[in-house]
């Protein structure tokens, strides 16, 4: 219906509609996702704001409050080193007065002694420096004494009438604990201020002496809280409790002056500050009882209906302060120009719709004025009309459409007499054609190499926030099983990336061998484990076939042998539906083939019948000592180092390869018929293979028959090692923080890419290291020579000044010696790490990247030590998993004595026998022995003894 209504519409319709509607869409949902956009980075900012500025509130806080506390403390030792005497309190006045001058914040420090003497050395606000007396000397009135330069009294100041410091609260305060504490909050009698007094008790024999008084000016907090930048209009204010408020960062005094001109404290909700009055209220609603509030909370309110964003903290320092820090900032301090950009978005939008509807009436006119006139041509010449042309005066491809057009009249004239040699013309094109399709199937490759490049970049990104969610304790199951799907998703694209690369650095000669020692058995068993479960959905036998004679321990390129093995294993699964897969290794020395020789071990997939098991109990016993006679002999065998070939063979019982299609097999890109009806794979997995097999010195090989199956031989070149070369692979485990007691790390991050900035800083921020980010080159010495980072992620390549000359420039200095710097590439060319590590880079890595080669690099370059989660955990939920799966790795990990009496006793079905090896084991492993349990209990014998049978064939 919709082809037959586009049929009627006019050409100038079909080009003018659709214009205009993808460019009002596009502008609309750009418009749209940058409003959207906005608001999500006013409410990160406003968070950020806020949980920076309280934090730094309760930093300043436990300076301000700690202070009173040493101060007591100096006293207390000085009484204690019986420097000072809680009788004579005369010989305290120059101390205190001398003391109150070295500390800002503090209003006065005090001493009172159990008679009711009592000296004190204070600070006024304009400076000036007294000292107070009381006691029986002054018949217990309070006397303040202005003082010299040398802290001698001189003339009265102020006398207070009947002060005995003994029933002030302070002291009485003081004199019911037994430690340091806290005065209840005051107004100063001498000046207007609120004051906060630090008490220390002073004991002798179990018998209170005194109490020691350092005071605290609560205007200092206020004054901080004002000189903070809080947004634009945003306030802080710092209450108790029972909603009194202590300090606040606006004009406002926290306490009121009454006609008498007595003082009194107030609750914040009373207070004249409108934005602080309705905080406290909204506060106080929201909580009900504020002493429950124990933790931080990040809301949001209406004042006259404009939204406010609050942070509450509670603050406690252990000696009885219980405070909360509030801060308030208003939406409209973070949305003013996310309005103004919504506006001018609008009108934006509307502007390019005016002008959208104009160049598309114009570019209509333009485009299909031409046409019409060839297609009037056209039909004249249908009609035989050869001197009809087309008129045009124009250059662009409809002008030239018209000269092809009258040059294509004319040429039909012509095509009965001038066939032969226009056919000879095009033969000589067509082989120019072909040099040129040679020479781009060269450029081809070099620029897939460097392609590869721009695409591992983001794809760094994509694998790296996975695992960075994957860790994350909130996601939901459905949010985990998404983000596996995005990290499965990227480290398949990764495999394809890798084979384009692959192909391309074939073609180009730029492949290299990187021989490494490896565990032969344990390449094969990951190999095997990799495509187990994918054999099992399938129901298809899964076979491994091993030579005794293979060396255990070779050195080999283990990627690339990883990679041939999985593209035939995953080409041979694929395709087959029934029967199933095996492989087969074997040893060839001088050209013999050693398999068929020798006695095997074999390792399958396929079931074991109990009953036949019991029956045949003494042959099967004799074949457990057969095989150990022959593990012993092997294993005694020489592991001289020498150089020979391994023989590989990968046959499938599946449909089978045609004899038309075997000559193209080994093609790039190009696919059997069966791989185009699967609509799966790129045609890339077999050309490769046969490529590494070639470079590893060896060659590949394929027999097929149609509906029989395949067979793919290849051999390859190793040399046999001795096994203490082999590095046993390091457990992976995960970084949770940095161990205590490590001086702040400094971290530059140096990427013209923020994705790959974000990455990094996203990973190593929980832990707690100083991060710092560059764009280029130039902007890291910058930073580099003011802030001295102790290492250096360094990417290569960047605009300005890149990664190299940075490196050069830094190392060529004895500074920057001193500085780690790891070069993070996207390039997978080898020849590129000799380039990197001459520049300067102290070690290379590979985008994309895993967070443990980032933490285990920090750590060997720097020295930053981890806290890892704890492995124990893990294996006790192990352990209580009731449905725990078994696999042969299980009892690799076992003594070879203990899992041949095992498979022993099962063979002869002595109950005690099995329950006494299952309680020997458990002493070494006691999850695998309760897997063996729950499946001894379920009569389950033949998965026990296949899973042993696997296990040693391995060995």
Sequence with gaps: MVPKILDKLSLRTVLIVPFVLQIVGAVGLVGYLSF????KAVNNLAGQLMSEVSLRVEQNLQVYLTTPHQINQSKLDAVQLGLLKMENLSAWEKYLWRQVQLYPYINFTSVGNKNGDYRTGEKLSNGSLMINVSGKSSNFDFYSYNTNDTGDRTTVATVVKNFDIREHPSYQNAANVDRPTWSSVYISFLEPTLILSALQPVYENNQLQGVLISALRLDHIGKFLNSLKIGKTGQAFILEKNGTLLATSTAEQPFRIKDNNIKELFKAEESVDPSTQATARYVAVRFRELKEIKTSYILNFEIGGKRQFVTVLPFQDGKGLDWLIVVVVPEADFTQEIDANTRTTIWLCLAALGVALVI???TSRWVTNPIWRLNTAAKNIAKGEWDKTVESERSDEL??????????????????????????ERTAQLAVAKDKAEVANQAKSTFLANMSHELRSPLNAILGFSQLMTRSQTLSPEHQENISIISSSGEHLLTLINNVLDLSKIESGRTTLNPKKIDLFRLLHDVEDMFELKADDKHLQLVFDRSYDVPQYVETDELKLRQILINLLNNALKFTDNGGVSVRVSKQVSGRNNQAEGERVYLSKQSI????????????????????????????????????????????????IAANELENLFEAFVQTQTGKDSQEGTGLGLPISRKFVELMGGEMIVCSAVNKGSNFKFDIQVSAVDAADIESPKPTRNVIALEPNQHPYRILIVDDKPLNRQLLIKLLSPLGLELKEATNGQKAIEIWDS????????????PV????????????TIKGQATAIIALTASVLEEERAVILSAGCDAFMRKPFREADIFDAMHKHIGVRYIYEDPGQTRLSAIKECDREMTAADFVKLPDSLVADLKLAILNVDMDLIESAIEQIRLKDAVTASAIAKCI???????????????????
């Design 360 to 362: 598309g009436i114009l």
């Design 609 to 656: 019948n109990t009953e036949d098991l019991l029956s045949n109990s003494i042959k099967t016993s004799q074949l457990i000592q057969s095989e150990k006679a022959s593990y012993a002999t092997h294993n005694n065998a020489s592991d001289t180092a020498y150089t020979f070939l391994l023989h590989f063979e990968v046959e499938d019982t599946g449909p089978g």
């Design 937 to 955: 209990e379920n009569f389950e014998y033949d998965k026990v003894l296949k899973l042993i049978s696997r296990t040693t064939s391995h060995e």
């Design 801 to 812: 000044m890149d990664g190299y000359e940075a490196t050069q420039y830094i190392k060529s």
């Design 399 to 424: 002008g030239e459409l018209a000269k092809s057009f009258n040059s294509m009249a004319q040429q039909l004239q012509q095509s009965f007499e001038t066939l032969e040699h226009r056919v000879l």
């Design 36 to 39: 959207r956009n906005g608001q």
């Design 787 to 798: 802030w001295e980072p102790h290492l250096i992620w360094m990417d290569m390549r960047m």
